[in-house]
Each structure stands twice: as structure tokens, then as C-alpha cells.
């Protein structure tokens, strides 16, 4: 195991505040352990690579969650739940980062 430290970008950050905000809003979106997981970017501290393999994972799982029913994806008036959990995760940038920092470590 790999003692790396990674560092999430401000964009991620930014994107686990607002989630928090929906969140705490429309009181829905995202576990505790997602909660977590915004704190830690929300403040932009480090993580580990076990970090990475974790939000690497939940991006596959619920990367289907953009075609919801109920609500809407991407919306600050009605935001789904999956979309306010995965702005929990930070979002989009998240995604890409985590995607880019996984190929990095698999070299």
C-alpha cells in the first residue's frame, strides 16, 4: 500500500460545499459516510489512496444516477438525491481527478 497523500482540488471542494448546502437544505442526498467524504474535501485535506479506490468505486456505482426520475440532476430548486451525493463526493471534478490519479498509480 501505497503511502501517497493526494490533495483535492479547489473545484472538488467547491462542489462538496454545495452539496452540503442542498443537503442540509432539501434534508436528502448521500450517507454519512458521503458526509464525511465532503468535510474532508470541503477542507482539502489530504487523502489516501484507499480514498481514491473508495471514490473511484462510488463514481462507477453511481454514475447512473444522472438519469433519475424523481427530481433533477444538476438543479438547485429540485435537486435529486443522487445529484446532491455526488456533489457530497465532489462532483464531476471528483470524477475526472480520481479517474486521472487511478491511471497514475496503475503506471
Known amino acids: 500500500m ?3 497523500n493526494f ?11 454545495h452539496g452540503l448546502r442542498l443537503r442540509e437544505k432539501f434534508n436528502r ?3 454519512e459516510v458521503g458526509v464525511k467524504r465532503a468535510h474532508q474535501l ?5 487523502l489516501s489512496e484507499a ?3 473508495s471514490m473511484h468505486s462510488f463514481f462507477a456505482r453511481h454514475e447512473t444516477d444522472k ?3 424523481t427530481h433533477e440532476w444538476g438543479s438547485d430548486t429540485d435537486p435529486s438525491a443522487g445529484y446532491i451525493a455526488w456533489l457530497l463526493w465532489g462532483g464531476d471534478a471528483a470524477q475526472s481527478w480520481v479517474e486521472r490519479q487511478m491511471k497514475a ?3
Do not use: I, Y
Request: charged letters at 30%; proline letters at 3%; hydrophobic letters at 30%.
Open 42 to 46: 470541503a477542507d482539502r485535506k489530504a
Open 51 to 53: 480514498d481514491l479506490k
Open 105 to 107: 498509480l496503475d503506471d
Open 2 to 4: 501505497s503511502h501517497n
Open 29 to 31: 442526498g448521500g450517507t
Open 67 to 69: 438519469s433519475t426520475k
Open 7 to 17: 490533495h483535492p482540488t479547489e473545484a472538488m471542494a467547491s462542489a462538496a460545499r
